[in-house]
């Protein structure tokens, strides 16, 4: 008996999955991202084109504070939620953003658990972004022939600089000084008058993040490592420096170093000479490049992209929407007792005990 070819196995499953979704009824569907960045907003997008497309009806909440933030999209009907110019971080938080310690958080980085395996959880990946091409401008500075390559540093939206410490400011500043075999571009919304003005640095509040990396003359991402910017320097294959601010960017930053595509550097102790040296370390080292190429491959080598995987997830859970209650976790189903593994715990001692005065009679 001869083996079909897994590719035309494939290859039904998806015609399969098509037909099924074009039968799924119009519906409403809420899209609220956890994030108020534009960025994240954005990202989202793909995904609710598609859900467009199979004749659903899609609402997408923003976050703005100022008019230029505020996104559109053909068929898609945004929710625009003003925060009145008000910034969503106090200035203590703000503060604390830049001067506490990031805390390592060591049971999650170990984990091998996969979120997408909670059966009544669907998850849907981050699909690697495909940019524009980058304007002239930015050609020009980036191609300079002079330059051994571009280097990169974006510490996303909720990085305020105007909050950061002085010394921090001056250690990246001078760091980048000493590196005029480099074009740097920098995302900076601090003040200008303790940088160094320098031709081979240039500074824009915001910076077409995707299109940079994906440019081939890009050797390096200095990233705060927030869930996007790790995605994203995996997906465009790019070597980071790590230096995490606050909530789940140690435990990226970590990943980062642990499987070798980049070096974590502690923002409370950054030094020009560290910045530097790492900066040299990573972007002059092929084994950094070439780990997170593989990385990228991995990621990339999949039976279905991200975008369908999640449409066709949210249109099963449409078509059968009574699946939910059959796809609770047991834990949930547990008394406390079961939960915590008393009765193992219970079971184990009086095993232990008989043992015990077995031995003893």
């Not at 059966?119 to 051994?148: M, R």
């Not at 940079?212 to 050797?219: A, S, Y």
């Not at 790590?242 to 980049?262: K, T």
């Not at 007792?337 to 095993?351: A, M, N, R």
């Amino acid at each position: 008996m001869t083996k079909k070819p897994t590719a035309t196995i494939a290859i039904n499953i998806l015609i399969i999955s098509t037909y099924v979704e074009e039968i799924v009824k119009a519906n409403n569907i809420l899209f609220m991202p956890a994030m108020t960045a534009p960025s994240h907003v954005k990202s989202m997008l793909p995904l609710a084109k598609a859900l467009r497309k199979d004749g659903h009806s899609i609402s997408l909440a923003q976050y703005y504070s100022e008019q230029k933030e505020k996104l559109s999209e053909d068929n898609v009907e945004f929710i625009y939620l003003s925060t009145y110019g008000e910034s969503l971080m106090d200035e203590k938080f703000a503060n604390s953003v830049w001067r506490a310690k990031t805390v390592i958080p060591w049971g999650n980085v170990m984990t091998g658990w996969a979120a997408g395996e909670v059966f009544n959880t669907f998850i849907v990946d981050y699909e690697c972004p495909k940019p524009a091409k980058l304007s002239k401008e930015y050609l020009q500075f980036v191609e300079d022939p002079v330059s051994k390559g571009t280097i990169i540093l974006s510490f996303g939206h909720f990085a305020d600089w105007k909050a950061a410490p002085v010394a921090t400011i001056q250690a990246v500043s001078s760091a980048f000084e000493n590196l005029q075999q480099y074009r740097i571009i920098w995302q900076f919304n601090g003040d200008l008058s303790v940088v160094s003005n320098t031709s081979h640095v240039r500074i824009e509040t915001w910076v077409p993040l995707a299109a940079i990396l994906q440019h081939p003359k890009t050797v390096l991402f200095i990233t705060h490592t927030g869930i996007k910017s790790f995605l994203e320097a995996v997906c465009f294959a790019t070597p980071v420096v790590a230096v995490p601010l606050f909530g789940d960017q140690p435990r990226y930053s970590m990943l980062a170093s642990m499987h070798g595509f980049g070096i974590r550097l502690d923002k409370t102790t950054l030094t020009k000479e560290a910045l530097y040296n790492t900066i040299i370390a990573v972007a002059e080292n092929r084994k950094y490049k070439e780990r997170i190429a593989k990385f990228r491959g991995m990621i990339s080598d999949r039976i279905i992209d991200a975008t369908s995987n999640g449409k066709f997830w949210i249109n099963f859970y449409l078509r059968h929407p009574s699946s939910a209650n059959r796809m609770r976790l047991k834990g949930t189903m547990l008394n406390s007792f079961t939960y915590s593994c008393y009765d193992v715990f219970t079971l184990l001692c009086i095993l232990l005990f008989s043992l015990r005065s077995a031995i003893d009679s």
